[in-house]
C-alpha cells in the first residue's frame, strides 16, 4: 500500500505535465502558480495533503482533491494486486501488473481530462504485458500449455499461440472493427488511435478472452453513462465521449478479480438463456 502511494504521488506529477508536453523529471515538484519547490515533508503521499491543509504552503492556492485520491487509490489498487498474486500463487507476475497497473491509473485522468492517451504510458504498459507473457510462454516447460492458446484450424488441425500475442492482436483488432463500422455507419470517428493501442495492450495482459469480456463491459458501460448523460441534457448525441476511463476500470476489475466476474458473467448468460427458452 505504502509502495502504492509513493507511486501515485509520482503519477500525479505525470498526470499534470504529460499532457502539457513537460518533463516529468525536471524540474522538481513545484506549486504550478507560485513555483515553490516542495520539501521533502511537503511530499509525503497521503499525510503532507492533510498537514498542509489543502493548500500550497506559501501562497495558499487551494491544492486539488485529484492529488490525495490518486495516491490513495494507486496504494489501494496495489494492495489489491498484491493480494490476488498472492492468493494465486503468482508473485513473479506482480511487478508487471504493478507497471500496468500505475499506466491504467494515469490514463484514466489523462483521458478524462484531456481526451488523449499518452504513447509513452501505453507502451510502458504493453511492455510490462509483453514480459509477463512471455514469462508465461516460457513456463510451459513447467506447466504445459501455460500462457499457449489453441488456434484451431480446418480438418482438427491446429497449433499452440502464445496468449499475450492472441490478446494484443484482439485487443487492437476490436477496436479497429468499432472504428471501420462508425466511420462507414455514422461518417465519424469512433475510436481515437490511443484507445486501439490501449486495447493491445490491455489484450496482451488479459489474453483474449478475458480482454474480450473487458471491452464488453466497457462498452455497455460508455453506451449506459452516455445514455443518461444525453437523458439529463449534459452531452448531445455528437459529442465526444473519452472511452480510456470505460476500459480502464473494467481492466482493473478483471486483473483484481477474474473468476468472480466470469462467474457472474456466465449466471447472467445462463439466466438469458433458460428465460429466452422457456419464452420461446
Known amino acids: 500500500f505504502l509502495t502504492g502511494t509513493a507511486v501515485g504521488s509520482f503519477l500525479n506529477v505525470c498526470i499534470w505535465r504529460m499532457p502539457r508536453e513537460e518533463s516529468v523529471v525536471k524540474p522538481p515538484s513545484h506549486c504550478p502558480k507560485c513555483k515553490h519547490q516542495l520539501s521533502a515533508l511537503e511530499l509525503i503521499p ?6 498542509l491543509g489543502r493548500r500550497c504552503r506559501k501562497c495558499k492556492t487551494p491544492i486539488s482533491w485529484r492529488y490525495f485520491i490518486v495516491e490513495l487509490i494507486t496504494g489501494l489498487v496495489f494492495l489489491g494486486l498484491f493480494l490476488a498474486c498472492f492468493s494465486t ?6 511487478p508487471f501488473y504493478l507497471i500496468f497497473a500505475a ?9 478524462l481530462e484531456h481526451m488523449i492517451i499518452p504513447d509513452e504510458l501505453v507502451i510502458a504498459a504493453g511492455a510490462a504485458a509483453t514480459i509477463k507473457g512471455l514469462g508465461e510462454v516460457l513456463r510451459f516447460v513447467e506447466v504445459p500449455d501455460r500462457g499457449l492458446v489453441r488456434i484451431g484450424l480446418p480438418g482438427g488441425w491446429g497449433f499452440p499461440f502464445p496468449e499475450f500475442i492472441a490478446g494484443a492482436i484482439l485487443g487492437a483488432g476490436f477496436f479497429i472493427a468499432v472504428e471501420l463500422f462508425s466511420r462507414l455507419l455514422f461518417r465519424k470517428e ?6 486501439m493501442k490501449l486495447g493491445a495492450a490491455i489484450g496482451a495482459l488479459l489474453g483474449p478472452a478475458t480482454a474480450l469480456l473487458s471491452f464488453g463491459l466497457a462498452v455497455a458501460a460508455g453506451a449506459a453513462i452516455g445514455i443518461v448523460l444525453i437523458i439529463g ?8 465521449m473519452p472511452f480510456g476511463p470505460f476500459m480502464v476500470v473494467t481492466a482493473f476489475v478483471l486483473m483484481l478479480a477474474p473468476g468472480p466476474v466470469w462467474a457472474w458473467v456466465t449466471a447472467a448468460w445462463n439466466w438469458w438463456l433458460s428465460t429466452w427458452t422457456t419464452s420461446s
Open 46 to 51: 497521503l499525510i503532507s495533503f492533510l498537514w
Open 89 to 94: 500463487d503468482r508473485l513473479w507476475e506482480l
Open 103 to 111: 499506466c491504467l491509473v494515469a490514463i484514466f485522468l489523462i483521458d
Open 190 to 195: 469512433g475510436m481515437g488511435g490511443g484507445d
Open 233 to 240: 441534457r449534459r452531452k448531445k448525441r455528437v459529442d465526444y
